[in-house]
């Protein structure tokens, strides 16, 4: 049977008339008759007998009705999934990122996506550097977004904005005109990083020859020493965006500490609208978040 002639039938069934069938799907009563006679005439037998005036479904038609009637809700389930294909409306994604970028940058994020009703769901799960390899291999997280963590034959990295690292710290402390040298900034109570931690290691000559007031592993963790006035630290441009004010200031460093935003996703995961949409907006959101403490 012909989609057509579903539909056709399913009104017969409902409407038990040529007319009333007719009305239900705004067509002319001599056309559901002609529907009707191609579609008997298609199966080899008789669908309905005119009873007083009625249509009368005989048992053929009511063994088929049980299948049929099944037809329209799934059809409509499939145009209200093509069009959240089309639109990405209706996505779910599982994201792994950062603490820092989980607490300050991904929220906006989120709301952005929300607000072009793009997502509906998102899972947001915080993991170090090292940890994303795992979660995306692992299908824990569809889509990582971090900082550069090297290369994985089985990862395919997409890279959104090329940054650096940049001090956050008391706005006295410093000269804001004059980029921080290493050992300027470790004139100062600063946080350090764990030895061999990656973000450790990023921070480089400014983790030498250093006695830091707090250790931490995460961006997120330093900027809140700085923002209680306690230490200087050396943090991501994006967790700087949300500290600076209220007596807090972005300091550029003398050493170029480059840092690279990317998204992370299985090799073999094809790119969706969703993922799409999430890559425009980190790269809007980011974008301001530098323009928000240009130096």
Not at 48 to 54: A, D, E, I, P, Y
Request: hydrophobic share 45%; aromatic share 6%.
């Amino acid at each position: 049977m012909r989609l057509k002639h579903i539909e056709v039938f399913n009104a017969l069934m409902s409407a038990g008339s040529v007319v009333g069938a007719a009305r239900l799907l705004f067509i002319s009563p001599p056309a559901v008759s002609k529907a009707l006679k191609m579609v008997e005439d298609e199966l080899g037998f008789l669908l309905f007998q005119r009873v007083h005036g009625r249509l009368e479904a005989t048992a053929e038609a009511q063994a088929l009705y049980e299948e049929v009637a099944k037809i329209p809700p799934q059809l409509a389930a499939l145009r209200t999934l093509t069009q959240q294909l089309k639109t990405g409306d209706g996505g779910h994604l599982r994201i792994a990122t950062l603490p820092a970028l989980a607490q300050f940058l991904m929220p906006r994020i989120v709301v952005s996506l929300r607000e072009r009703g793009i997502l509906t769901g998102i899972e947001m799960r915080a993991r170090h550097s090292q940890d994303l390899v795992s979660a995306l291999l692992l299908r824990q997280a569809d889509i990582g977004v971090d900082f550069d963590f090297g290369h994985h034959p089985a990862i395919k990295r997409t890279t959104l904005i090329d940054a650096e690292l940049v001090c956050i710290a008391p706005s006295d402390w410093f000269d804001p005109d004059k980029p921080l040298t290493p050992d300027v900034y470790c004139s100062r109570p600063n946080v350090g990083y764990y030895p061999g931690d990656p973000v450790g290691e990023r921070i480089g000559p400014y983790a030498r020859n250093n006695s830091p007031a707090a250790l931490v592993d995460t961006y997120a963790a330093a900027a809140g020493f700085a923002r209680q006035g306690l230490a200087a630290a050396i943090v991501d441009p994006f967790t700087a965006s949300e500290q600076v004010g209220r007596g807090i200031a972005c300091f550029r460093l003398t050493e170029h500490l480059p840092l690279r935003l990317s998204t992370f996703t299985q090799s073999s995961r094809p790119t969706s609208i969703a993922d799409a949409a999430l890559h425009a907006c980190l790269q809007e959101t980011a974008n301001r978040a530098l323009q928000a403490i240009a130096l």
